[in-house]
């Protein structure tokens, strides 16, 4: 069974802090790794996706990846409450459908 | 615009009624998708469609089924047998079927009364 882990939170931080949020996947075969966000009663929406070991940044928002540690992360730098959301992060390997973790929720304080 | 259009937002459904939900993409995606979420929990996968006229099943397709006739609609519906369908309903749509980054519709809220 392919798992992939989040902690539920919520994770909180203050306006301007970097917040980081983790997952951990089962499945050594998982080649692509996406973070989705969620409002509440909304559907998800992409942030963005890593296929590389390393680190991937697209403005306020890197993502890292270490297939070693089967272990993915976002950190969102400069965090606003606008940012305050479920974080859903999937995986899938190359010959399957995505598997989502159930989700962090983030909470950012003015 | 492009995008996934699902319909209707918020239905009710009565006990032992078959109810239908709608998705339509035109973002010429191959590959659509069907998943349930429940308050607190992550997406699971009902069913998912990579060509026109072939589906397979989730991890929770029992009381659920679906039809792929058109490349762009991938209608859901919720049959008397799914016990507990009260649920938010998520059509996805993808290029190809695996791997790939799969785009969300706005959902649809189920309940039954």
């Known amino acids: 069974q392919k798992e992939v882990e989040q902690n539920s939170g919520p994770l909180s931080v203050p306006e301007g802090a970097i917040a980081s949020l983790n997952c951990t996947y089962s499945?050594?075969?998982?080649?692509?790794f996406f973070w989705y966000r969620q409002y509440s009663g909304k559907s998800p929406e992409l942030i963005m996706f890593?296929?590389?070991?390393g680190d991937k940044e697209d403005g306020r928002f890197t993502a890292q990846l270490n297939k070693a540690s089967q272990y993915v992360s976002l950190l969102i730098r400069d965090s606003q409450p606008s940012d305050s959301a479920t974080y859903l992060c999937?995986?899938?390997?190359?010959?399957?459908?995505?598997?989502f973790g159930k989700g962090t929720m983030l909470l950012v304080s003015p | 615009d492009g995008g996934i259009t699902q319909s209707p937002k918020y239905l009710f459904r009565k006990e032992g009624q078959n109810v239908t939900l709608s998705c339509e993409q035109n973002l010429n995606h191959d590959a659509m998708y069907w998943y349930r979420q429940d308050p607190g929990q992550g997406l699971r996968l009902i069913y998912y469609?990579?060509?026109?006229?072939?589906?397979q099943k989730g991890d929770i397709a029992e009381g659920y089924s679906v039809s792929r006739e058109k490349k762009e609609s991938f209608p859901l519906t919720v049959t008397s047998a799914q016990k507990n369908p009260t649920a938010f309903y998520l059509c996805?749509?993808?290029?190809?079927?695996?791997?790939?980054?799969?785009?969300f519709g706005e959902g649809s809220w189920l309940t039954v009364v």
């Open positions: 499945d050594r075969g998982s080649q692509s």
């Open positions: 996805a749509s993808s290029t190809q079927g695996y791997g790939n980054t799969i785009y």
């Open positions: 469609s990579q060509i026109v006229n072939d589906f």
């Open positions: 999937a995986a899938a390997s190359g010959y399957s459908t995505l598997t």
């Open positions: 890593i296929y590389s070991n």
